[in-house]
Nanobody, 126 residues
């Protein structure tokens, strides 16, 4: 069973940057697409970005396009979300999720992913 652990969240002022990390313990992510989702208080969980298993195909929600960058370190079994120009509306718990599928880029529907981390809090506030 794939176990995912997020890290890198915190408090940052508007306009600041954070890099989130998603690590898999005891399991290779080589054949898994990975996505980042977020959930703000009182709102539904929404997809932010996804990357295929080889790292050469990505997709972003319109709300983060041009500000966030998803990437993966295949050797290190890690996936990252670099978040720049952060806004207060980016405040949420951020989750990484995995879906098996070599060469396939899933969308950003929650039901497309089988494994989830516990989340890391990102707060954008002055």
């Amino acid at each position: 069973q794939v176990q995912l652990v997020e890290s890198g969240g915190g408090l940052v002022p508007p306009g600041g940057s954070l890099r989130l990390s998603c690590a898999a313990s005891g399991y290779s992510l080589d054949d898994y697409a990975i996505a980042w989702f977020r959930q703000a208080p009182g709102k539904e969980r929404e997809g932010v970005s996804t990357i295929n298993n080889s790292g050469d195909s990505t997709y972003y929600a319109d709300s983060v396009k041009g500000r966030f960058t998803i990437s993966r370190d295949l050797a290190g079994n890690m996936v990252y979300l670099q978040m720049n120009s952060l806004k207060p509306e980016d405040t949420a718990v951020y989750y990484c999720a995995a879906r098996w599928g070599p060469g396939f880029l899933p969308g950003l529907r929650i039901d497309e992913y089988d494994y989830w981390g516990q989340g890391t809090q990102v707060t954008v506030s002055s």
